[in-house]
């Protein structure tokens, strides 16, 4: 089983590495860590970081077709609660129906996993139904857009 350690806002900014900083293949070590903070480290609190990927969360419920068009990156993989597998454009279908969806999402929870990457983990409830959600974003060239979803159903 595989752990992720969860940083503190402050361990983030320092532990992040830039992309210059690959190990040394001449020596075999590694280089130091660089203290430069990460580009996609924008945020001015762990709160504020929070909120946004909150607020991205919630706008995949409750947005339009072309909220999700500019978050979902082109790559976006979806593994549903009951085992079906989604890509982008079967999100994107307008189908006239709109899940019912419980806010606020809770527990909230957002980790840094290097300076471009975040998984996002939330409890929600979807048409009634209870589930474990995780998704990883990337902030590339448009921002931030989700790149991966996976859905757990939980027992009430």
């Known amino acids: 089983m595989y752990q992720i350690a969860k940083l503190t806002w402050e361990a983030a900014s320092v532990l992040l590495r830039t992309k210059g900083d690959a190990p040394s293949s001449e020596l075999g070590q590694k280089r130091p860590l660089s203290l430069v903070k990460p580009r996609t480290l924008r945020f001015r609190s762990m709160n504020d970081l929070t909120n946004t990927f909150r607020e991205l969360e919630e706008s995949l419920w409750r947005g339009s077709t072309s909220d999700r068009d500019s978050i979902l ?84």
Not at 77 to 89: A, H, I, L, N, Q
Not at 125 to 147: C, F, H, K, T, Y
């Open 73 to 156: 990156s082109d790559e976006f993989t979806e593994f549903c609660r009951f085992g079906d597998v989604y890509d982008r454009d079967h999100l994107l279908q307008d189908n006239g129906q709109s899940p019912s969806v419980e806010f606020p999402f809770d527990p909230f929870n957002v980790e840094i996993l290097s300076e471009d990457v975040a998984l996002v983990t939330y409890e929600n409830r979807v048409n009634g139904e209870r589930a474990r959600r995780s998704s990883i974003w990337v902030d590339g060239p448009n921002g931030w857009q989700l790149r991966f979803m996976q859905a757990t159903t939980l027992e009430d």
